[in-house]
């Protein structure tokens, strides 16, 4: 295996890893507030929907990003809304969740589109350009058609050249790592990296985080301390909502260039799996998504892994995550101790 | 009296109360937990509250910190009338809380736990390093010592009550409520509880205290209410009255501080254990050759400290000893062999033959708290005759029968519909009492029938259990309470270690005597046995 090849799996790792790590990030947020989200798959996937379908309809991928958030983040009121002010069963919450969206955005997708419940090919193109049009015309009659022009011809998420990674790219080792790997992904995969230092800053620097772990151990602490416990569940809900509709959004606009029927592929699972695996802190979010991202990058590369004497066959390296997930979950990597408060609604006792 | 309110801020000369209560009243459900509750509480004193178990006391508290609304009354706090919507209200006016059950992050650590919801600002560190000071200074003043780096789950239950009242203390409450402070604590924990509430009394903080304890009342408070069934029955200067009066009060008639029972009259043996040994799990052995007989129409009670295999015992007699354990040895009921593994060896087999089981820890082993009286008032019985119609069950029996039972043993409030989880300890534990009291076994046997049972439930318990005596049954009576192992039982076996360590009869024993055995001393018979094994 030369350094390209590693180089290319690395940054083909970056990319399978950033919808994961958004996810968990989501998972950590929600369930460090004592809410189990086990629909963190059907948030991605209405946020993948929203995206994909706003950003085909209108060509700005902005706007589609802006409609994943509000897909992903309205799955998470009904969520808050049945588990913390109706005490509701949180599992079973997210697994209506679940299905809501695996049924809404195929539903959704085939009465706009037609198209068999996936979305228009985010590529510029004759199937684009037709659903485009009518709302280029619309927006012509306010901005002009330059405007209006220049408005609807970013259907998808471009990937940034950092500073120098041209320049760079003669260094042995480090300039093709920096100009592959590091450089030259979209914005979301950054952000998505970001939101790691950020989020242990906030939960371990913050009155907020101190709030928001506490209300996930032992939330009768902060209600007799004279902070509403509901208040700061559906706040964490609530960020858990965006973080999906970033990862979901990223899925259908750029890792892939629109939605198609359930594209999530069990990421939300998954997600989950790495949040146990991350014993829900933020830096072992990284460590745990990054494994599976490499191993989904890995099965892609290899699909059928020739070990000399055996060939490993495609579908078992396609499975791979999925095995590792289940191993992960049968609690082989220690005890993780989940947040003591975790899948209870509060009620006061007496 | 509102005439005295907020001159500049000062109170006038006639000092208007700290806390002054009127008309309180709160319901939940069919339990009207307080009724018409007036109180007054004086700036700078200690004040008791008493009653037992579900009387009200704590609701009453929780009302003050904002955690229950009231359905009637107002609150005054220094004279100026105060609502207290919830516990943010209540900290801004300055009470502070802590609560029987504590309300502590068990991984923060104590800073942490301080400060949370009374930070400073958005971020953290400011507030810390400021609580770390406060914390330094309330340490020096009221002996308040704790490592403000510790986190709480390495910290005894003292420490974790200081760090309640630290709570409390740095949101400068100047009124602290406590609650069952001292169920939790070590006598010499206790005791230095005392010392810093006296500090506090007397840098001018008023304090409530909820007991249902008569010494701790005499020892430490000013001013003490009596409350009863959520009524307040009285309000008295503690210098004035005697625990004797207050236990009166309480319970409302006069109590019987020794149990009234005739002579025993044994009969044949009921229940005879042989050698019976217990080798669990890990190998510690923990009954080490058992030898009882009781015999019909006589209690057996056996003294211990808790742990010395007073549970194992019950557990295997009751059918249910632990998993993986290692047993031998005889038990014989009324002559027959009991199994003591395999299939045969349950509690449903037991009950057949005759054993009924008061279980040590009501809450856990004695009743399905989410499960409604009626249905708790049937478990273990549930296959008998007069409750089947065929293959069914026959619930509308079960009511009757639950009903009559509940009605004879005067459980509170007679509702055989409310859930198990919402009676007081002492309801509940009448609950299992009156379940396999009137199922009328040929032995009975009990464990801690009493532990967190109040004076008038112990007393209407004790005279149940000695009834059944009367009645020509045999009791094992399984109890922590020397005081009333020594007056329920006919003898008294105490355990130390997997061992009997001696039996001796009420009438020729003192509590030194059987402190000693409790111990593994043998003061007549034998050396002091070499302490191998921790219990």
């Not at chain 1, 490993?312 to 993780?336: D, H, K, Q, W």
Request: net charge neutral.
């Amino acid at each position: 295996m030369d350094l390209n090849t590693v180089i290319q799996i690395l940054d083909s790792a970056v990319r399978l890893m950033t919808p994961l790590l958004l996810a968990c990030l989501a998972g950590l947020y929600s369930e460090r507030a004592g809410v189990f989200d086990i629909g963190l798959e059907g948030k991605m996937l209405m946020a993948a929907f929203s995206a994909a379908a706003v950003a085909a309809l209108t060509g700005n991928v902005w706007l589609g990003l802006m409609a994943g958030l509000l897909g992903s983040l309205m799955l998470s009121a009904i969520h808050g809304l049945a588990s913390i002010t109706f005490r509701g069963n949180q599992l079973i919450s997210g697994v209506a969740m679940n299905f809501l969206a695996s049924g809404l955005t195929v539903l959704l997708g085939q009465k706009i589109f037609g198209l068999g419940g996936r979305t228009p090919t985010l590529t510029p193109g004759a199937e684009l350009e037709a659903q485009v049009t009518p709302f280029r015309i619309w927006l012509s009659g306010i901005t002009g058609p330059d405007a209006a022009g220049w408005l609807t011809a970013t259907p998808r998420l471009s990937d940034i050249t950092l500073p120098l990674a041209e320049t760079l790219r003669p260094v042995p080792v480090i300039g093709p790592l920096y100009a592959e790997v590091i450089s030259g992904h979209s914005i979301l995969v950054y952000v998505a990296f970001l939101m790691v230092p950020l989020t242990w800053w906030v939960l371990y620097r913050t009155r907020f985080g101190l709030r928001l772990r506490a209300v996930g151990e032992n939330p009768a602490s902060v209600d007799t301390a004279g902070v509403s416990v509901t208040r700061l569940r559906f706040a964490a809900v609530a960020i858990a909502g965006l973080l999906c509709g970033l990862a979901g959004a990223y899925l259908a606009t750029g890792l892939s260039a629109g939605f198609v029927k359930e594209m999530t592929a069990g990421r939300g699972f998954i997600a989950l799996a790495a949040l146990i695996f991350a014993k829900w802190r933020p830096w072992g979010a990284l460590g745990a998504t990054f494994l599976f991202g490499l191993l989904e990058a890995v099965a892609n590369r290899y699909p059928n892994l020739d070990l000399g004497i055996v060939t490993v066959p495609s579908m078992f390296m396609n499975a791979l995550p999925y095995i590792l997930t289940v191993i992960i979950l049968a609690g082989f990597v220690g005890r993780a101790i989940p947040p003591r408060a975790g899948g209870e609604p509060y009620v006061k006792e007496r | 009296m509102d005439a005295t309110v907020q001159n500049g801020g000062r109170p006038a000369a006639a000092a208007p109360a700290a806390i002054e209560l009127r008309g309180i009243s709160k319901s939940f459900g069919p339990v009207q937990a307080n009724r018409d509750i007036d109180l007054r509480v004086e700036k700078g004193t200690i004040h008791g509250i008493i009653g037992e178990n579900g009387a009200g006391k704590s609701t009453l508290m929780s009302i003050l910190y904002g955690f229950y609304k009231p359905d009637a009354g107002e609150i005054r706090l220094g004279g100026r009338p105060m609502t207290i919507t919830d516990s943010q209200a209540a900290i801004r006016a300055g009470i502070g809380m802590v609560f029987q059950h504590f309300k502590l992050v068990q991984n923060f650590t104590v800073l942490e736990n301080i400060i949370l919801g009374a930070e400073d600002g958005r971020l953290l560190r400011p507030s810390l390093s400021r609580a770390r000071g406060v914390l330094r200074q309330l340490a020096r003043d009221y002996e308040l010592n704790v490592d403000p780096d510790e986190t709480i789950e390495e910290l005894s239950v003292g420490h974790q009550q200081r760090v309640e009242i630290l709570k409390a203390l740095y949101r400068r409450a100047d009124i602290l409520i406590l609650d069952e402070p001292t169920g939790v604590l070590t006598p010499a924990e206790a005791d230095h509880l005392f010392r810093i509430l006296r500090g506090l009394r007397d840098e001018g903080k008023t304090i409530v205290l909820i007991t249902h304890k008569l010494r701790e009342i005499m020892e430490i408070t000013d001013t003490v209410s009596v409350m009863r069934r959520g009524e307040m029955v009285a309000s008295v200067k503690t210098a004035e009255t005697s625990p004797e009066g207050l236990a009166e009060l309480m319970v409302g008639r006069k109590v019987l501080l020794n149990v009234h029972k005739a002579p025993a009259r044994p009969g044949q043996a009921v229940l005879e254990v042989c050698n019976l040994k217990i080798v669990d799990d890990t190998g510690v052995e923990r009954l080490r050759g058992i030898d009882l007989t009781i015999r019909a129409g006589e209690i057996l009670g056996i003294a211990g400290v808790s742990g010395n295999g007073q549970t194992q015992l019950l557990e295997v007699l009751g059918g249910y000893p632990e998993k993986g354990s290692t047993l031998s040895g005889e038990i014989r009921v009324n002559g027959t062999l009991l199994s003591l593994s395999g299939r045969t060896c349950n509690a449903a087999e037991r009950r057949r033959r005759g054993i009924g089981h008061i279980p040590e820890d009501r809450q856990v082993e004695g009743l399905i708290l989410d499960f409604a009286a009626w249905e708790n008032v049937a478990f273990g019985y549930h296959d008998a005759p007069e409750y089947s119609r065929g293959p069914l069950m026959d619930h509308d029996a079960i009511r009757r029968d639950a009903a009559a039972k509940i009605q004879r043993f005067d459980v509170r409030p007679p509702n055989c519909y409310l859930a198990a989880r919402n009676f007081s300890g002492g309801n509940q534990q009448k609950i299992v009492v009156a379940r396999e009291i009137e199922r009328n076994p040929d032995l009975l046997l009990i464990g801690q029938p009493t532990r967190g049972v109040d004076i008038g439930a112990i007393e209407f318990i004790h005279k149940r259990i000695v009834d059944l005596r009367d009645a020509g049954k045999a009791i094992l009576l399984v109890s922590v309470e020397l005081d009333e192992i020594m007056s329920l039982s006919d003898r008294i076996a105490v355990m130390f270690d997997g061992r009997i360590m001696g039996e001796r009869l009420p009438a020729d024993t003192t509590a030194s005597e059987l402190g000693l055995l409790m111990a593994g001393v043998d003061p007549t018979f034998r050396q002091p046995e070499p302490l191998t094994q921790d219990p």
